[in-house]
T-cell receptor, first 115, second 113 residues
Framework: KQEVTQIPAALSVPEGENLVLNCSFTDSAIYNLQWFRQDPGKGLTSLLLIQSSQREQTSGRLNASLDKSSGRSTLYIAASQPGDSATYLCAVSSKTTDSWGKLQFGAGTQVVVTP | EAQVTQNPRYLITVTGKKLTVTCSQNMNHEYMSWYRQDPGLGLRQIYYSMNVEVTDKGDVPEGYKVSRKEKRNFPLILESPSPNQTSLYFC????????????FGQGTRLTVV
């Protein structure tokens, strides 16, 4: 069964520093991997979607990489701002029968950017 | 604006009183699903629907029902809510099932006392 892990669980950085968030998954038979942002008590905002055939996706200050063979994805946020403070979740959409049709989420990385 | 809309956003109810959480999307997506989010357990899928009249169980379907009579709507029904169903619920939709980007609603905070 697909398992998704995010390290670290929490991260605090000063404003301006680059953020590096990690996501690992156990089964490489995936359709895609998606990064989300969640503010306290709020919904999930999609940040980036990487298809299994892609190595990288970029949107503004965000860049996500995918190494399917090693089961890893990294989200980079350049020049962090206090408004980037949130919990970041990665989710994998798997091809295997027991995980098909659902997103498997990591537990998230809680980010605090201090002014 | 393309969106997934859930109602209500907040709900406090008593044990055993049937309730329905509505979910509607305006993107003509075929695939819709429900998740619950709990501290320490993360997000887990309750049910999903590949198309009208086609639904299937996710990881935690016990105590829930769903229906998909129209493409845009996917209500979540709790026939007899219990305190262990206190949670934050999310509805999601994608245009092409698990192959495409998922869009989530704003969530429904349910408390069962």
């Amino acid at each position: 069964k697909q398992e998704v892990t995010q390290i670290p669980a929490a991260l605090s950085v000063p404003e301006g520093e680059n953020l590096v968030l990690n996501c690992s998954f156990t089964d490489s038979a995936i359709y895609n991997l998606q990064w989300f942002r969640q503010d306290p008590g709020k919904g999930l905002t999609s940040l980036l979607l990487i298809q299994s055939s892609q190595r990288e996706q970029t949107s503004g200050r965000l860049n996500a990489s995918l190494d399917k063979s090693s089961g890893r994805s990294t989200l980079y946020i350049a020049a962090s701002q206090p408004g980037d403070s949130a919990t970041y979740l990665c989710a994998v959409s798997s091809k295997t029968t027991d995980s098909w049709g659902k997103l498997q989420f990591g537990a998230g990385t809680q980010v605090v950017v201090t002014p | 604006e393309a969106q997934v809309t859930q109602n209500p956003r907040y709900l406090i109810t008593v044990t055993g009183k049937k309730l329905t959480v509505t979910c509607s999307q305006n993107m003509n997506h075929e695939y819709m699903s429900w998740y619950r989010q709990d501290p320490g357990l993360g997000l887990r899928q309750i049910y999903y629907s590949m198309n009208v009249e086609v639904t299937d169980k996710g990881d935690v379907p016990e105590g829930y029902k769903v229906s998909r009579k129209e493409k845009r709507n996917f209500p979540l029904i709790l026939e007899s809510p219990s305190p262990n169903q206190t949670s934050l619920y999310f509805c999601a939709s994608t245009p092409q099932g698990p192959r495409s980007e998922a869009f989530f609603g704003q969530g429904t905070r349910l408390t069962v006392v």
